[in-house]
């Protein structure tokens, strides 16, 4: 009940297949009657592919109208497609003369258009052709400059096909191994490239193959497989051919009842598309599943329609199998010249296909294709070898221009840049310059300035000083004896006068000056000591210089840093009561100091603030950036430092 449920399912599933198709095909059909040269002939070539499924008859009535138009329209390339179409319809008709033919005359075409990839598939087809025919060295040969040009052009799928039928045709010379390793490179390209209808041709083969190495049960698992893929892709037709392999999985296995069951389904569908090359091994294998039954009746008329299938397209290795079994059967029969007749038979075709010299042949062809190929490989090679070479060679190339570009460019930019530095350069010499005289003329209307407030000073409050001490000097005279507190006042403004004329010509020195020596500021600071010696007669003084005695300052400066010695005396004379007073003038790293030092009392920085003196040393000092430092300790003394950076030279203001 069940198998009869399945069968139905199958009837229905392949109705619905063929009714899909036929309303293609009549889509097709309506549409072709719209159309005109190079579009109606595609379409014309569409209704025979998909008739090349169903009924082989049609699919060579369309292909021949659509080689019509090819003439019409004169057009080589369309006449080249349609004259390939017309050989492998041919080829699947059993016609192998007639498609021979019509790739002979494809052939010229695609050279003259120099269409490589149409030069491959004919090649394809006489492979194919010849290999039915019974040529396998003919066939092999062809395969092998298939394959050759689908590498060159890289066609995945042509080289596939390639494959597939080397694979093909090394079953035939009984090299099974090297047939499933073609068959199984061929199937690996087509999963890879995902197409279904190829994947179900190579597990065909493949399974052929394992027949022919007693592997029937996995004959039996890839047939399947194939004829679910030829199903689900509506190949109905192509179905007979995993079937056919599958009866003779089970007639190996001696399950003679399902073998005879997939003959008869095989030779039925090959029967409808009228394709005597498989009928004629359908029929031998049949034949042969009787024979061994001992069914010779059955055998011989089973026998006969083989034979004449095969004579029909001369498919040599058929009349040679099926010439052996007749051979047998009527010697069964008794009929001893039929018999030897078809002895005979077997013998002549049995050298005709394969001898020594023409299995050594082909396989000179496979040599010369490795051959070929392992020194296309390393031409290759070798060329790829010189193009990194070349490339190494121009990189270098490149780089030592760029390297020179740059290297030229550098130079270029450096002289540019010493030209500009060198032209900055003389420019700031010249603003330098133009700065200096600006300065110097500057310094000379000060200096003139200067010599003329020093002068005026001189010359009017100088000789108005010395007239107020002569004028003091004579009230004392005259009121000698009169009032000595008068007398005592007078010679205080006298000797304050003439301190206020000293301190005048000191103010005079320096302005007369633009700058001050270490020497210069030794000498003053001498006279100003001698003149407090004669005051202060229990006082030792001792005034000692560490230094350059060129060095200079400007006027400021060195004024400055006379008066802050000046000063620093002065405190230890008035409140020290010190009984030695020494100056040291020296050079400190990049600093001038001074140094006043005496043995007085000293005093506590604490606790005492400081006078005026001190603070204005100090505030002299910061106007000329310079320092002053104060050490002292009761009983002990006092020490100034005071310090001044050696970069304030002469020319400082």
Excluded at 216 to 225: D, E, G, M, T
């Amino acid at each position: 009940m069940k198998i009869k449920i399945l069968i139905i399912i199958s009837i229905l599933f392949c109705s619905s297949k063929c009714i899909s198709q036929n309303k293609k095909i009549d889509s097709l059909k309506f549409l072709s009657k719209s159309q005109n040269g190079k579009q109606k002939f595609k379409t014309l070539l569409q209704i025979s592919e998909i008739y090349s499924r169903i009924n082989l008859d049609s699919s060579n009535l369309y292909t021949k109208k659509a080689f019509e138009i090819s003439k019409e329209i004169n057009n080589d390339s369309l006449k080249m497609k349609a004259l390939m179409s017309l050989g492998f319809r041919s080829f699947e008709s059993g016609d192998y003369s007639r498609a021979i033919k019509n790739f002979e005359k494809a052939l010229p075409i695609s050279f003259t258009l120099k269409d490589s990839t149409s030069i491959a598939d004919i090649y394809n087809g006489f492979a194919i052709t010849y290999s039915k025919h019974g040529d396998l060295k003919k066939s092999i040969e062809y395969n092998f400059k298939t394959l050759s040009i689908y590498e060159k052009i890289k066609d995945s799928l042509g080289v596939a096909n390639s494959y597939l039928n080397i694979g093909w045709d090394y079953r035939k010379l009984k090299e099974y191994k090297k047939s499933l390793k073609y068959n199984f490179k061929s199937l690996e390209i087509y999963k890879k490239i995902k197409n279904s209808l190829r994947v179900a041709m190579a597990n065909n083969n493949i399974a052929g193959t394992q027949n022919e190495l007693g592997q029937y049960k996995k004959a039996i698992k890839y047939s399947n497989k194939s004829k679910e893929y030829f199903l689900k892709l509506n190949f109905e037709r192509y179905t007979a051919y995993p079937i056919s392999v599958m009866a003779i999985a089970y007639d190996s296995l001696h399950n003679y009842k399902l073998a005879k069951k997939n003959y008869l389904k095989a030779i039925k569908l090959h029967t409808k598309n009228r394709e005597p090359y498989e009928l004629a091994f359908l029929n031998y294998s049949l034949a042969n599943l009787y024979y061994k039954q001992e069914k010779y009746t059955e055998a011989l008329f089973t026998a006969k329609k083989a034979f004449s299938f095969a004579k029909e397209v001369n498919a040599k290795e058929y009349i040679v199998d099926i010439s052996k079994i007749l051979a047998k059967l009527y010697e069964k029969k008794n009929e001893n010249k039929l018999s030897n007749k078809y002895l005979k038979l077997f013998i002549k075709y049995n050298d005709s296909i394969l001898n020594d010299e023409k299995i050594k042949s082909i396989a000179e062809i496979e040599t010369k294709y490795e051959t070929a190929k392992k020194e296309k490989e390393i031409a290759q090679q070798k060329e790829l070898l010189l193009e990194q070479e070349l490339a190494i060679k121009n990189r270098n190339l490149y780089a030592f221009i760029l390297s020179s570009v740059l290297l030229i460019l550098g130079i270029i930019f450096w002289g540019i840049y010493k030209k500009n530095q060198f032209k900055r350069k003389q420019l700031q010499k010249e603003i330098d310059l133009k700065d200096a005289l600006a300065t110097i003329k500057t310094q000379n209307r000060l200096q003139e300035q200067r010599l003329r407030i020093s002068r005026d000073l001189h010359d009017n409050i100088g000789s108005q000083l010395t007239f107020i001490i002569s004028s003091v000097d004579n009230l004392k005279y005259i009121t000698k004896g009169v009032n000595d507190k008068l007398i005592e006042k007078l010679s205080g403004i006298s000797s304050f006068t003439s301190q206020t004329i000293h301190e005048l010509r000191d103010t005079i020195w320096a302005m007369n000056k633009s700058e001050v020596s270490v020497e210069d500021l030794h000498t003053r600071i001498l006279s100003f000591v001698e003149k407090a010696k004669n005051t202060y007669q229990n006082i030792e003084f001792e005034v000692n210089y560490n230094i350059d005695k060129n060095m200079s300052f400007s006027s400021l400066v060195g004024m400055n840093i006379f008066r802050v010695i000046q000063e620093a005396i002065n405190n230890s004379l008035k409140y020290a009561e010190a009984t030695k007073i020494e100056v040291q003038l020296q050079k400190n790293n990049n600093f001038f100091e001074a140094i006043i030092k005496d043995n007085g009392n000293g005093f506590d920085l604490k606790s005492i603030e400081l006078g005026n003196g001190l603070s204005n040393m100090e505030k002299r000092m910061s106007e000329i950036n310079g320092k002053v430092k104060i050490e002292s300790e009761e009983k002990k003394g006092t020490k100034i430092s005071l310090s001044i950076s050696l970069k304030n030279t002469s020319k400082d203001l």
